[in-house]
């Protein structure tokens, strides 16, 4: 199976868009055992980080990904923060069930800094209960760690 990352029309504007298509394009050239976690994914993710007033949506389909500029349609699971709890995402310790699993400081501090943004409420998920399968492999295939 091949695997197709695309920037839809627009989304190459949005520069959180086109960093975390890169960033899922590298993870999965790096470590391919994170290929089953993308092919698995179906459904759609809005990211929002309100800081910096932008939005996009990640849809995955049969190990194809489109990234689209803003939020599209209704997502299965909406992500809000600020961008650097965003982007502090991508390395966030993920264990064999996606859940954080810090190993050394750098990896503490980002969990630190995602629950503090959680009791902060500057850091919010929405259809993570309903949809948490999703969003472990959501976790496992954007995490530049595992």
Sequence with gaps: MSVSIALAPGAEENGLAS???????????????KLKDFYALRGSYA?????ADVALTLRFAFGHLT????IVSVPDVTIRATSDVVM??????VGPFGLPIPE?????????QAMSALRAKSFQI?????HFAMLQRLTRVLSVNG
Excluded: C, T
Aim: net charge negative.
């Design 19 to 33: 960093m975390l298509a890169e960033l899922v394009r590298q993870n999965l050239d790096a470590k391919p055992h």
């Design 47 to 51: 990211i929002v980080a309100d800081d």
């Design 67 to 70: 990234v689209h500029d803003g």
């Design 88 to 93: 502090a995402l991508s390395n966030m310790p």
């Design 104 to 112: 050394n400081d750098m990896q503490r501090d980002v969990l630190k």
């Design 126 to 130: 929405y259809g993570g209960f309903a």
